[in-house]
Structures are given as structure tokens and as C-alpha cells.
């Protein structure tokens, strides 16, 4: 099993910028990729980005590129995202999710979730 605990959520002002954190523990050697899911108010969860733990391929949104970036620290079983010039439709409650699947996103364990509430 892993847990997953995240950081970095907050109020920003539409155009700024925040940096979320979500760093796992537990049964980490099985990790095969990690990334973020986000929930807006009154909407169902929704893929944000995945890295892939061997390699370090990365996959987004469509409406995030360019914007975000999803990275990783292996050593410390940790991963990021670092998201730029944030809008107001980007507000949501993010998850981070683990994976052990090839599939990518395919996530089975989830964070607690981190708010992020961006001002117009």
C-alpha cells in the first residue's frame, strides 16, 4: 500500500502561480507513474498530468499545457506541479494518485486533496 500526502494548495490571483507537492510512502518500489487529478466545484474528476516513474514521460490536459509542469524526485518519492499563469476555471480541489498499472492515470491510491482557489 501507499499513502500519499500532499501540499502547496492556496488563493492566488488568476495569472499567478502555485506549486503543489505530493510526496508517498509505504510499498513505494512498485510506483510506476503519479500525477494529479482535480475536482471543480460541482463537477465530476477530471485527469490533470502523470509522470511516469521509469523514464519520465509526462502527459496533460489539453487546457493545462503550456502552463503546467508535472516533475518528480525518485529519491524522495515525491512528485510536483508547478502551475503557471493559473485562470479561474483551474480552481478545483486537486488529488494526487499512484499508480503500480502500465496504463497511464490509472491511479488506486489518492491523496486527501489539496484546495487551490484562484481570484479573477
Known amino acids: 500500500q501507499v499513502w500519499l500526502v500532499e501540499s502547496g494548495g492556496g488563493l492566488v490571483q488568476a495569472g499567478g502561480s502555485l506549486r503543489l507537492s505530493c510526496a508517498a510512502s509505504?510499498?513505494?518500489?512498485?510506483?510506476?507513474?503519479m500525477g494529479w487529478y482535480r475536482q471543480p466545484p460541482g463537477k465530476e474528476r477530471e485527469f490533470v498530468a502523470a509522470?511516469?516513474?521509469?523514464?519520465?514521460?509526462?502527459y496533460y490536459r489539453d487546457s493545462v499545457k503550456g502552463r503546467f509542469t508535472i516533475s518528480r524526485d525518485n529519491a524522495n518519492n515525491t512528485v510536483y506541479l508547478q502551475m503557471n499563469s493559473l485562470k479561474p476555471e483551474d480552481m478545483a480541489v486537486y488529488y494526487c494518485?499512484?499508480?503500480?498499472?502500465?496504463?497511464?492515470?490509472?491511479?488506486?491510491?489518492w491523496g486527501q486533496g489539496t484546495q487551490v482557489t484562484v481570484s479573477s
Open positions: 494518485g499512484v499508480s503500480n498499472s502500465d496504463a497511464v492515470a490509472d491511479f488506486g491510491s
Open positions: 509505504g510499498d513505494t518500489v512498485c510506483i510506476s507513474d
Open positions: 509522470i511516469k516513474w521509469s523514464g519520465g514521460n509526462t
